[in-house]
């Protein structure tokens, strides 16, 4: 029974992922239909669904970005041709100071410097800005992701480089200069992350040592009760 119980407490370990949930957690991301909406963006995307198979744009804007808005008016446009290709993953990044780190990341892996927003990521294809002479080569980038059955997991390489020393320049005043000292509030997050995880192991534990309290006590009931025939039966015996 110990042997269970270790075997469980293991697979508990190893089985939950830990640190993809932490990671996610540090990071706000909103989908196409709530970006627009965030951004007052007259939208009907009635017959727009998203799916695992739709090539990712990843945007990284700022609230009141003109040119992160004619983006998105853009997409906006363009769903009813190429709405079942993509789906929207957007980071703001100019009022949400959790996200900067990631774009840091980005920038990292990518190895591009950025020095404003919009900062447009499909695949292993990137776009510093948006003018409307992009819009050919941001459908080709979608179409060239959405055929690709090895889709580029260029997130998780983000995610470990968000704490590297990155390619932005801040000097450009493009983005905001207060979300660059972000260390704090990440700290702040990664230990409710480390607490929560902890309170779920501590729960898990618990349950285990619960159930086999009660297995262990109805196997003595049951070796009691045997004992207890079988010193009936040898009284019986010598009755007898």
């Known amino acids: 029974m110990k042997k269970k119980i270790l075997f469980l407490l293991i697979a508990m370990v190893l089985l939950f992922p830990w640190q993809a949930k932490a990671e996610e957690s540090l990071y706000h991301s909103k989908n196409l239909e709530e970006v627009l909406t965030e951004e007052g963006i007259e939208h009907n995307l009635d017959g727009y669904k998203e799916t695992e198979d739709q090539a990712i744009i990843y945007l990284f804007r700022g609230n009141g970005c003109g040119y992160c808005r004619s983006f998105l008016m853009f997409l906006n446009e363009i769903v009813p041709e190429y709405g079942k290709y993509f789906r929207v993953v957007s980071y703001e990044v100019w009022q949400d100071a959790d996200n900067f780190p990631l774009l840091n990341g980005f920038s990292k892996t990518l190895e591009v410097e950025v020095g404003g927003v919009p900062f447009i990521v499909i695949g292993d294809?990137?776009?510093?800005?948006?003018?409307?002479?992009?819009?050919?080569?941001?459908?080709?980038?979608?179409?060239?992701?959405?055929?690709?059955?090895?889709?580029?997991?260029?997130?998780?390489?983000?995610i470990k480089n968000a704490d590297s020393e990155g390619y932005i320049n801040p000097s450009d005043g493009s983005l905001d200069e207060e979300v660059f000292n972000t260390s704090g509030d990440k700290k702040g997050v990664d230990t409710s992350n480390i607490l929560w995880n902890f309170i779920f192991i501590t729960i898990g534990i618990s349950i285990i040592l619960i159930?086999?309290?009660?297995?262990?006590?109805?196997?003595?009931?049951?070796?009691?009760?045997?004992?207890?025939?079988?010193?009936?039966?040898?009284?019986?015996?010598?009755?007898?």
């Not at 510093?128 to 889709?151: C, H, P, Q, V």
């Open 211 to 240: 159930v086999n309290y009660f297995q262990n006590k109805r196997v003595e009931e049951k070796l009691d009760y045997i004992m207890d025939q079988l010193e009936k039966q040898k009284k019986g015996k010598k009755e007898d």
């Open 125 to 158: 294809q990137y776009f510093t800005g948006y003018a409307d002479l992009y819009d050919d080569k941001i459908k080709k980038a979608i179409m060239e992701e959405y055929e690709n059955k090895n889709k580029n997991n260029i997130i998780e390489e983000a």
